[in-house]
Nanobody
């Protein structure tokens, strides 16, 4: 059974940093694309960035370019979202997601259309 569990959310001041983790089970990263999305209060869920099964980062939202990065640790079955220079508008529930793709391919689907989702972790950026 495929599962994703996010952690690491919390309250952070503007300009600060936070690293979210997503522990997964039931699949391997060389056959799945992984992504992070977020949903702010009163807004639709939006894709943040994606990593293909080959390890290529793609589909990066303009609002987070240069500030957010995605990484993975195969040995720990964990996906990370490093968030730097945080702004109040980054406040949202953050979700990790996974989607089956070709073996070690470069393709990432639209993040909000991915098949499997965690329950999310809340990030609040406020002074």
């Amino acid at each position: 059974q495929l599962q994703l569990v996010e952690s690491g959310g919390g309250l952070v001041q503007p300009g600060g940093s936070l690293r979210l983790s997503c522990v997964f089970s039931g699949f391997t990263l060389d056959r799945y694309a992984i992504g992070w999305s977020r949903q702010a209060p009163g807004k639709e869920r939006e894709g943040v960035l994606c990593m293909s099964s080959s390890g290529r980062t793609t589909n990066v939202a303009d609002s987070v370019k240069g500030r957010f990065t995605i990484s993975r640790d195969n040995a720990k079955n964990t996906i990370y979202l490093q968030m730097n220079s945080l702004k109040p508008e980054d406040t949202a529930v953050y979700y990790c997601a996974a989607h089956p793709t070709s073996f070690r391919g470069d393709y990432c689907p639209k993040i909000t259309n991915m098949n499997y989702w965690g329950k999310g972790t809340l990030v609040t950026v406020s002074s």
